[in-house]
């Protein structure tokens, strides 16, 4: 608002109130509004803190819900006990490698092709989940269809099975799996 040079108790006087009275109401708008703009923040602090409560309360609950895990030897590396004896077959492709890095849950297995180990259970189900899109020809032109990206053979294996392979492999001073 422009002033253009008159005093402040003139610009005042239409509405009939002094410069000072000007004042001390323009201070009690003022506090006023940081009251509230303060009560919002305190409202909106509140509702934080209540939600946070809640949401530790219902995570202690379930977490009481849930059955209690069978603790896994280090050996087993976390995985079912569940063995197989598996082969990856040789890649067709000249720039196919000669092994396959087969990575679950932060570990890495490089399995060679061709040649059978005995591994978890989970390494068959990852390679079983590496699936990609080959084109055939077909009496109506080309289509695709899902292949696995490593073909294998797989059949169950013992505990005891693993264990000769994993002693075999240290003779060897190969590790069975190493972690990423």
Do not use: C
């Not at 608002?1 to 610009?11: A, R, S, V």
């Not at 068959?124 to 109506?140: D, F, H, K, R, Y």
């Amino acid at each position: 608002m422009e002033t253009t040079g008159k005093p402040q108790q003139e610009l005042n006087a239409g509405f009939g109130i002094s410069a000072d009275d000007e004042a001390s109401l323009r201070a009690e708008a003022q506090a006023q509004v940081a009251a509230q703009t303060n009560r919002a923040a305190l409202l909106e602090k509140y509702k934080a803190e209540a939600l946070a409560k809640l949401e530790a309360e219902l995570r202690g609950e379930a977490a009481a819900s849930l059955p209690v895990a069978e603790v896994q030897s280090l050996d087993s590396l976390g995985f079912p006990k569940k063995y197989v004896k598996l082969t990856i077959f040789k890649g067709q492709a000249k720039q196919d490698l000669s092994y396959v890095p087969v990575g679950v849950n932060g570990y890495v297995w490089r399995i060679q092709r061709g040649e059978p180990v005995i591994v978890h259970s989970v390494v068959a189900e990852a390679l079983n989940e590496a699936v990609t899109e080959v084109v055939l020809q077909a009496e109506g032109g080309l289509i695709t269809q899902p292949a696995h990206r490593y073909p294998y053979q797989a059949e169950p294996a013992t505990q005891e099975q693993y264990d000769a392979y994993k002693a075999k492999m240290a003779e060897q001073g190969k590790r069975v799996v190493a972690t990423a």
